[in-house]
Structures are given as C-alpha cells and as structure tokens.
C-alpha cells in the first residue's frame, strides 16, 4: 500500500524561503548573484525608460536622480552573458559578501530588486500607455490556432529573400 504524501507531516512543513517568499536558494552565493544580475537588468531597462516620451515626473525627483546618476553594476550585454551563464549552471564569480552576511545580503538584493520592479512598471506604463497584455480567452485562441513557420523556415526565407544560398 503506497503512503499519501499529502499526509505526511513533513512534506507539509513548508520549505525556508529566501526573497520574496520563494524557496531558499541551496546555493546562497549563486541566490545573491542572481538577484545582482536582476538588479542590474532592472536598472538598465529603467534607465532606458527615463528619456522616454511620456516618464518625465511619473518618479519622484530622487528615484529619477538616484536611477540617473548611478550606473548599474553590468550592462546590458553583460546582464544578458551572466543570464545565460545562470541558466547553464556555470560556476558564478566570486563575491567579496562575508559567508555569514549572505543571508542579509540576499534580503537586501530581494527588496532592491522588487524597489526596481516597481520603478520599472511606472515608467513601462507611462512610456506605453496604450500597452494591455493579452487575456485569457486571447491567449486560449492563439494556442488553438496552428502553429506558425519553423525558426529553420523563417531563416530560410529570409536567405532566401537576401538571395543567400545554403551550403
């Protein structure tokens, strides 16, 4: 007879959980590097935003200033080479964080990453206002619909539109 899992009293204790309530990370260091590269991510994209048509006044003059005058930590290509060294479990460089200040550390990284989520979405909304996502019912039709070209037969077409032959 197999046990419910649901039953037992130890798969119900909840997990630790790190920044913003998600699970604790198993590998503090990799946790804190993730959360500095959103940092930066975050950053750059509201620095993208501030000179955007529409943003001027939607932050308060020290989160425009603060946002303006301290560059993010990497750059957007950076940003982008850390997030595909993240995702193929690449070794993350080292951290000159304390061992026992980690835990701070990732706290700290949590709310500066979500301070800049917020930011993101005022000047994103100011920038764009005529921006909606899509909504469900939206989403339901376009998975009944048949799939588009392949990546292969796009890049196809455009060699061959380019006059490109394949070899």
Do not use: W
Not at 70 to 87: I, K, S
């Amino acid at each position: 007879m197999s046990e419910n899992p649901h039953s037992d009293p130890a798969a119900a204790t909840p997990a630790p959980t790190g920044a913003n309530g998600h699970p604790a990370p198993a590998d503090p260091r990799r946790e804190e590097y993730r959360l500095r590269v959103q940092c930066a991510k975050l950053r750059n994209r509201c620095r993208d935003l501030l000179g955007a048509a529409g943003t001027e006044g939607v932050l308060p003059e020290p989160v425009a200033r603060d946002l303006a005058e301290h560059p993010p930590e990497m750059t957007t290509d950076e940003v982008m080479e850390a997030l595909r060294g993240l995702a193929f479990g690449e070794p993350v460089p080292p951290s000159d964080t304390p061992a026992d200040r980690l835990p701070h550390r990732v706290a700290e990284l949590g709310a500066e990453r979500e301070r800049l989520r917020q930011h993101f979405f005022t000047l994103f909304d100011a920038a764009f206002p005529d921006h909606k996502p899509p909504t469900e019912e939206e989403l339901l039709r376009e998975m009944q619909e048949p799939p588009g070209p392949s990546i292969s037969e796009v890049i196809a077409e455009f060699e061959r539109e380019a006059g490109v032959t394949g070899g």
